[in-house]
Nanobody, 124 residues
């Protein structure tokens, strides 16, 4: 299994931007698709974005499409989530996920390795 550590969360005003990072260790990073999920208080964890091991394929939840961008740097063993035009509804704990089975499984059957989460709070 790969170990994951998220960072970059914080408090931001609506309309602002944040970039989350997910540092991975323990296995060959490029063998893993990487995903971002979020969980707001009282709600279930939901899919946000996913990227393939090579970085050539991505997929987004409709709620973030056009505002968030997922990327990765395999030389740095790190995945990123650039968040722009943030809304109060984006407030949640954001988790990264790694899965060697690929983007389909992250998107529809998340399992694999999870980080500890990073809090994002968007004020109105």
């Amino acid at each position: 299994q790969v170990q994951l550590v998220e960072s970059g969360g914080g408090l931001v005003q609506a309309g602002g931007s944040l970039r989350l990072s997910c540092a991975a260790s323990g296995r060959t990073f490029s063998n893993y698709a990487m995903g971002w999920f979020r969980q707001a208080p009282g709600k279930e964890r939901e899919f946000v974005a996913v990227i393939s091991g090579s970085g050539g394929s991505t997929n987004y939840a409709d709620s973030v499409k056009g505002r968030f961008t997922i990327s990765r740097d395999n030389a740095k063993n790190t995945a990123y989530l650039q968040m722009s035009s943030l809304k109060p509804d984006d407030t949640a704990v954001y988790y990264c996920n790694a899965d060697s089975r690929g983007i389909y499984y992250i998107r529809f059957y998340p399992a694999g390795s999870w980080g500890q989460g990073t809090q994002v709070t968007v004020s109105s």
